[in-house]
């Protein structure tokens, strides 16, 4: 029998420590925006992903391979 197709719309819940650096990182863009006012697309990108110890490719989680975002 068939397995029964996949929720595609639901992600996984975030890990504990996956959540804290994401509201720190958070944190951290809204602090800029209320002190400089708007930002653009471009920084908060920059923000995002390469903030040090916080961002996508800064934070230290792997991102390539059975433990990663892509195989």
Do not use: C, H, N
Not at 32 to 56: K, N, V, W
Request: proline residues 10%.
């Amino acid at each position: 029998m068939p397995s029964p197709p996949r929720d595609l719309t639901t992600l996984p819940a975030p890990s504990r420590e996956a959540s804290i650096v994401s509201a720190r990182l958070s944190e951290l863009i809204v602090r800029e925006i209320q002190a400089a006012g708007p930002i653009s697309f471009s920084r908060f990108m920059e923000l995002a992903l390469y903030t040090p110890g916080l961002g996508y490719y800064t934070a230290g989680k792997e991102k390539f391979g059975a433990g990663g975002d892509f195989i």
